[in-house]
């Protein structure tokens, strides 16, 4: 019997336990400080009222003899897919099959999961700055990984040069950490790379709520050329703050074929043998979410968090740090003032204006020298920490 | 770029298909056929009060400020780990650590998912007949695999035999399709068989709750020495009827150690990187299945099916038709008549009586001659059937 050895191979990662680890040493000798966290990850919005009704109806549904669903399509329910689809050709003039689309209880399974129907033997491209899971799902399997750095020159967003070697190529688009979103020229030549590569795009699209910007795509089957090279993937976790409820989807178009087999039918068969679909009441909830008074709902809720980030992008403006973020996503990612480390000035915004970010440090080695604050948290909160950080720096 | 090959090898499997083709052949032709559906694979009583209310109270809390829960952990909430935890002990004495304890949303995804961990060199036993997803799940990742005949001879229980190759074996008790369940003493056999060679025997106890006999184990681990050898999926999917509803779970030993590593932390990793926790309401659902009133609704429910189970079985044991299954399982699994082969008993069934089973013979080559008959349509419908079969046979 043997294990799986790559498993020895994947990094610890102790950069939210270091956080926690100096942020708790910092509270106990100052009992008093009022700590505001800028780092959160996670949304912090209640489900709107559309999904939770959605849900509690649903939940009665199953509670009855003429209600109950036992086993669903591992795919999840049409009226789920059919509401996606709309929502792609709403938000992004993109046609869709329903059979494109894959539920799912969220958009990191399906990111470790598709690679299922990928061979180990594959190169890897990731961005670095890098979302971990990307990385490690890979390093589990034992695939050879490769670096496009992402820094102040290239404004966060790399591009293929034709001596990049990569079978597989994550974009994650606007980004996690750094915030910064690609135009659909920029995609455009991605997807013209892989195509001419047979390479394959995975595209995380789990922040595409939050694009401003018309230049920037929220899906990257608005470029051409994409159904042949592109799967996508998003959730409904911070679209509609569904990260405890746990929906996302997967689209693979029908037209993405490799070494003659249609990638659809592969991640079917895949999703058939090794999952058993989402939840009734959550695919009902998120559902309600894309209906005509949830996607108001929802909008609010997203609005709160833009104001955070203009809230911080315009404090960066008003004291001429860099940034990238924050116009078309819930990250703002700001260069160290006066050339400090990310851990240096982690510890004097901690010490000297009781403000939790994460060091940019964190995801890779071109992060070193930045921040990631968020704008997941209150607006008073928000607005304090910036009060703070302008009176401090 | 390299597809997974492996996935060319996947049999397609056409059982159900050519089930509802015929079906609906006969039915074209017999429009006033009453046909009676005993192939059933799924639950049909609805969700327990108990479970319906837990849930509509987290979805309304979901949807205030106070209340909201974003990203739980990944391995599931403490308050769901320890009423299992609880449950366990309770019906099996057995003592697990909550740290063993993996919620995930279902145990057909675990079954797959675990295979992560182990190298793709291991070899593979199942048992034939045999629930297809332990063979497609390893067929993707290429795993040689190897079929223990489960026969008449043997009870539908194939025993170890010292020429038996096997890294990771699975073993499903009581069992889908044939509905034998191993006994204490045979389980004993299987545990020290795995010990000794350092196999691994993953456990499907998804049919637990159908137990009846006091020699018949719930979890494999009220069998001495499992703790070194075995993990154990289950779900509440048999137990409170949440095929749509989706939540199971997953028991690692800490014991558990090959090669060096803790297979109980590599699962952890394993589902840190590539979950993110079963949605917040299901999980709360899920507990107040085993609170004190959900576990007398829930058991309301399994007498129900065990009630069906006992008049299908009354009537092979008058026609002196030989089955096993009935006794600890919603299956029953019989020997087709007159030496009929699985889908001429099948046609004979479905054309004399309109009653549908399913042709053992699609379980696997020692399927033959057998059809299982479950216990999951309703009271009338399964008296009305077995009424007519003893009439037509």
């Known amino acids: 019997m043997h294990i799986n050895k790559n498993y020895q191979n994947i990094a610890e990662t102790y950069l939210f336990s270091e956080i926690a680890s100096r942020v708790r040493k910092y509270q106990e000798h100052n009992p008093d400080a009022r700590i505001i966290k800028m780092g959160i990850g996670d949304v912090t919005r209640p489900l709107c009222e559309s999904a939770v009704e959605a849900m509690k109806k649903a939940c009665d549904e199953m509670g009855t003899k003429e209600g109950f669903r036992g086993y669903g399509p591992e795919q999840g329910y049409d009226f789920l897919k059919t509401a996606i689809r709309d929502y792609y050709k709403r938000t992004s003039s993109v046609t869709l ?26 190169v890897i491209a990731v961005t670095d700055p890098v979302y971990p899971v990307y990385v490690d799902t890979n390093t589990m399997a034992g695939r050879r990984i490769t670096y496009l750095p992402a820094n102040a020159d290239n404004g966060f967003l790399p591009m293929p040069t034709d001596d990049l070697e990569a079978d597989i190529i994550y974009l994650c688009s606007p980004n996690n950490p750094t915030g910064a979103a690609y135009t659909k020229d920029q995609l455009k030549v991605w997807v013209d790379f892989a195509n001419k590569r047979d390479a394959v795009i995975l595209f995380d699209s789990a922040y595409e709520a939050f694009v401003k910007d018309k230049k920037v795509p929220r899906s990257i089957f608005a470029v051409e050329g994409a159904r042949t090279c592109a ?41 058939t043998t090794k999952f058993n679909g989402v939840s009734y009441p959550v695919q009902c909830a998120a559902a309600a979410c894309l209906s005509e008074k949830g996607i108001e709902e929802i909008i609010c809720n997203l609005d709160y968090y833009k104001y955070n980030s203009e809230v911080i992008t315009s404090t960066f403006d008003e004291l001429g740090w860099p940034y990238t973020g924050g116009k078309n996503s819930p990250y703002v990612w700001v260069r160290c003032p006066g050339g400090m480390s990310s851990w240096d000035f982690f510890d004097a915004l901690l010490t000297k204006a009781n403000v939790v970010g994460t060091p940019g440090a964190g995801f890779g080695q071109n992060g070193e020298g930045y921040l990631r604050l968020t704008s997941f948290n209150t607006h008073g909160n928000t607005m304090e920490a910036m009060r703070r950080i302008r009176e401090v720096f």
């Open 97 to 122: 099959d329903i059979d494109e689309i894959f539920i799912s209880d969220g958009a990191k399974s399906d990111i470790g999961n598709i690679l299922d129907i990928f061979s180990d033997d594959n």
């Open 231 to 271: 799967i996508e993937f998003c959730s409904f976790s911070k679209t509609a703050g569904f990260t405890g409820t746990r929906c996302g989807y997967t689209v693979v178009p029908g037209d993405l074929i490799r070494e003659g087999m249609s990638l659809r039918k592969m991640w079917l068969r895949r999703q």
